[in-house]
């Protein structure tokens, strides 16, 4: 199953099922244990389509997971600062550490919004 590749690929999918599934192997990602950073975690939201459902309760299930596998959650500003504001703070909340990147894909991009989103993590939780 495709999530980010291109817009069309969504058409005539159930958005819902998609999520599901896209959240539920971040979950099986995390409790592995094979990996420090669990990196874009929102990737699926780069078309703006979204389900019809609250995301934050699972949400909190990934960020309670994350903690306790001692993970790092990346805060990638190729699109933005990081992930989206409901899920940064379901991960500020739940306590979650927090890794920085830039994913540039092109030299003017590298750090690119950095020091913006480590001072939206603050300090003291950034690794």
């Known amino acids: 199953m495709t999530f980010n590749q291109r817009k069309y690929q969504w058409l005539g999918k159930d958005v819902n099922k998609i999520y599901k599934?896209?959240?539920?192997?971040?979950?099986?990602?995390?409790?592995?244990?094979?990996?420090?950073?669990?990196?874009?975690?929102?990737?699926?939201?780069?078309?703006?389509?979204?389900?019809?459902?609250?995301?934050?309760?699972?949400?909190?299930?990934?960020?309670?997971?994350?903690?306790?596998?001692?993970?790092?959650?990346?805060?990638?500003?190729?699109?933005g600062l990081g992930v989206n504001k409901e899920f940064f703070n379901t991960a500020k909340d739940a306590q979650v550490s927090f890794s920085t990147g830039s994913d540039a894909h092109e030299v003017n991009a590298v750090g690119r919004k950095i020091k913006e989103v480590t001072q939206l993590i603050g300090k003291s939780r950034l690794y």
């Not at 934050?56 to 959650?73: D, G, R, S």
């Open 21 to 79: 599934r896209y959240l539920e192997l971040e979950n099986s990602l995390v409790k592995s244990s094979i990996f420090d950073i669990i990196a874009h975690p929102d990737l699926i939201r780069c078309h703006s389509i979204f389900p019809d459902y609250d995301l934050k309760p699972t949400y909190a299930e990934l960020c309670k997971n994350i903690k306790e596998n001692k993970m790092l959650l990346e805060m990638n500003t190729s699109k």
